[in-house]
Nanobody, 124 residues
C-alpha cells in the first residue's frame, strides 16, 4: 500500500514558478515509478511527467518539456515537480501517482495509487 499527499500548489502569475511536492508512505515506495497528472476544469486527466523507480529516467509530455522537471528522493520518500515559465494553460489540479512502471504511468487506468490533488492556478 502506498499513500500519496501533494503540497505546493497555489496562485502564480504567468512566467512564474512553483514546486510541487508529493510525500509517499509505505515500505514499497521504492518499487514504483512515480508521475504527475493534471486535470483542468471540463477536461480529462492527462499525464504530465514520469520518473523511473530508480530516478535515473524521466519523461515529459510535449507541452511541459523544457519547463517542468520531475525528481525523486527515495531516501525521503518524496517526489517533486519543479514548474518554471508557467502559462495560464497549466492551470489545473495536479495529482501525484504511483504505478509499477513508467509505461503504466502513461495511462490513467493503469495507475495504482493517487494523491488527493493540489490546485495550481496561473494568472495571465
Amino acid at each position: 500500500q502506498v499513500q500519496l499527499v501533494e503540497s505546493g500548489g497555489g496562485l502564480v502569475q504567468a512566467g512564474g514558478s512553483l514546486r510541487l511536492s508529493c510525500a509517499a508512505s509505505g515500505r514499497t515506495f521504492n518499487n514504483y515509478a512515480m508521475g504527475w497528472f493534471r486535470q483542468a476544469p471540463g477536461k480529462e486527466r492527462e499525464w504530465v511527467a514520469a520518473i523511473s523507480y530508480t530516478g535515473s529516467s524521466t519523461f515529459y509530455t510535449g507541452s511541459v518539456r523544457g519547463r517542468f522537471t520531475i525528481s525523486k528522493d527515495n531516501a525521503k520518500n518524496m517526489v517533486y515537480l519543479q514548474m518554471n515559465s508557467l502559462k495560464p494553460e497549466d492551470t489545473a489540479v495536479y495529482y501525484c501517482a504511483a504505478a509499477p512502471s513508467v509505461s503504466a504511468l502513461r495511462s490513467v487506468g493503469a495507475v495504482n495509487y493517487w494523491g488527493q490533488g493540489t490546485q495550481v492556478t496561473v494568472s495571465s
